[in-house]
């Protein structure tokens, strides 16, 4: 089979490798209908993630059809469609049974997919503890709209169950990229007083303001005093971090109220400064980390009732044999691109 491979930092092929097997009795084979590209393969290309091993197929973020299954397997059934899950976890030890499976403790737990062991941006996957990494897909749920569920919806669904938002809130969110219109998705199902999206893209500006005209967009150069103005106690309630550099960083605490929860989603490509001297007396909670993408099955009634639609953040598709022109696009955010799938070739 076709499947884009990590070869080197800075280096991705798109290579023959075997169709993966059963390992486990804990596995499904997943023939991939339809993936996509996310800025985590690029900070993998761009050696940002240690633990990413060369030579593992990239790709976390896909749907598809149930081929294989082992006999511990009874959520699926070969012949399902379903959504893959960007952690693996064995819904077993002390962080799955609280609701951190970003940390399952098991070998294959966590961010796995794509990152240490084969991903998805291939024709066939292995999905370890696929009882719990696989969601089937409501008949009236296409494959686009199904997509993004277990790994930006995901973390954007996550993202606002822990900032703790409240309707008298003021919320910030501070990126415009994919994940961070997932996040205002899930925002807006809490119905803050305010929310405000800040974005230095004039294209992605523009983007938000076409789709979700109650949501107030600024810039990063005044993203402050929009805040202030829009806010009843001095700075956002919620801040939620999804953009990801030196910048954003400060922007993000600078523009909280004393007291209030900044959430950091981002993926940093260097260690950032808490400047606690700066900060010291606005007591503010910070919530960090990578997803626990535990809520796919409620994100998907959500897609299914009509109140989620990720859909219009496809702006380009490709075929798997022309995965390389579909990274040169987005890498380099050419064309208006904000996500691009990447489909069977036999289609």
Same mark, same amino acid.
């Given at each position: 089979?076709?499947?884009?491979?990590?070869?080197?930092?800075?280096?991705?092929?798109?290579? =023959?490798?075997?169709?993966?097997?059963?390992?486990?009795?804990?596995?499904?084979?997943?023939?991939?209908?339809?993936? /996509?590209?996310?800025?985590?393969?690029? $900070?993998?290309?761009?050696?940002?993630?240690?633990?990413?091993?060369?030579?593992?197929?990239?790709? $976390? =973020? !896909?749907?598809?059809?149930?081929?294989?299954?082992?006999?511990?397997?009874?959520?699926?059934?070969?012949?399902?469609?379903?959504?893959?899950?960007?952690?693996?976890?064995?819904?077993?030890?002390?962080?799955?049974?609280?609701?951190?499976?970003?940390?399952?403790?098991?070998?294959?737990?966590?961010?796995?997919?794509?990152?240490?062991? &084969?991903?998805?941006?291939?024709?066939?996957?292995?999905?370890?503890?696929?009882?719990?990494? *696989?969601?089937?897909?409501?008949?009236?749920?296409? &494959?686009?709209?199904?997509?993004?569920?277990?790994?930006?919806?995901?973390?954007?669904?996550? %993202?606002? #169950?822990?900032?703790?938002?409240?309707?008298?809130?003021?919320?910030?969110?501070?990126?415009?990229?994919?994940?961070?219109?997932?996040?205002?998705?899930?925002? !807006?199902?809490?119905?803050?007083? +305010?929310?405000?999206?800040? =974005?230095? /893209?004039?294209?992605?500006? #523009?983007?938000? #303001?076409?789709?979700?005209?109650?949501?107030?967009?600024?810039?990063? &150069?005044?993203?402050? +005093?929009?805040?202030?103005?829009?806010?009843? $106690?001095?700075?956002?309630?919620?801040?939620?971090?999804? %953009?990801?550099?030196?910048?954003?960083?400060?922007? %993000?605490?600078?523009?909280?109220?004393?007291?209030?929860?900044?959430?950091?989603?981002?993926?940093?490509?260097?260690?950032?400064? *808490?400047?606690?001297?700066?900060?010291?007396?606005?007591?503010?909670?910070?919530?960090?980390?990578?997803?626990?993408?535990? &809520?796919?099955?409620?994100?998907?009634?959500?897609?299914?009732?009509?109140?989620?639609?990720?859909?219009?953040?496809?702006? $380009?598709?490709?075929?798997?044999?022309?995965?390389?022109?579909?990274?040169?696009?987005?890498?380099? #955010?050419?064309?208006?691109?904000?996500?691009?799938?990447?489909?069977?070739?036999?289609?």
């Amino acid at each position: 089979m076709l499947a884009y491979t990590y070869v080197d930092n800075g280096r991705f092929e798109l290579r =023959e490798k075997p169709v993966p097997g059963i390992v486990s009795q804990d596995d499904a084979i997943v023939r991939v209908t339809l993936g /996509s590209i996310c800025t985590s393969d690029l $900070h993998i290309k761009h050696g940002c993630v240690p633990r990413a091993v060369k030579g593992i197929t990239v790709g $976390h =973020e !896909m749907v598809g059809i149930v081929e294989t299954v082992g006999d511990n397997v009874t959520a699926v059934k070969p012949g399902d469609r379903v959504t893959v899950n960007v952690e693996t976890f064995c819904g077993e030890c002390f962080f799955c049974r609280n609701g951190f499976v970003n940390n399952c403790s098991d070998p294959d737990g966590g961010w796995a997919l794509g990152c240490r062991i &084969d991903g998805g941006q291939a024709e066939y996957v292995r999905v370890p503890h696929a009882n719990q990494g *696989l969601n089937r897909i409501p008949d009236g749920v296409t &494959d686009e709209q199904a997509l993004f569920v277990g790994d930006i919806l995901a973390t954007g669904y996550w %993202a606002a #169950r822990i900032s703790e938002i409240s309707e008298e809130d003021t919320v910030l969110i501070i990126g415009a990229g994919p994940t961070g219109i997932c996040t205002l998705l899930c925002v !807006m199902l809490k119905k803050p007083r +305010r929310i405000v999206v800040c =974005e230095k /893209s004039p294209e992605r500006c #523009r983007f938000v #303001r076409e789709h979700y005209p109650d949501v107030i967009v600024t810039d990063p &150069d005044n993203c402050k +005093r929009c805040v202030l103005d829009n806010s009843l $106690h001095g700075g956002a309630d919620r801040v939620i971090e999804v %953009a990801g550099c030196d910048e954003t960083f400060r922007m %993000a605490w600078e523009c909280a109220r004393p007291n209030a929860v900044v959430t950091v989603v981002a993926l940093y490509d260097k260690p950032q400064v *808490l400047p606690l001297p700066d900060m010291y007396g606005k007591n503010l909670v910070f919530k960090t980390g990578g997803v626990d993408g535990c &809520d796919c099955a409620e994100i998907l009634r959500l897609i299914e009732k009509g109140k989620i639609d990720t859909t219009p953040l496809i702006t $380009h598709s490709f075929p798997l044999d022309k995965i390389e022109e579909a990274y040169r696009i987005f890498e380099n #955010r050419l064309d208006g691109v904000i996500k691009i799938t990447i489909s069977d070739i036999s289609k």
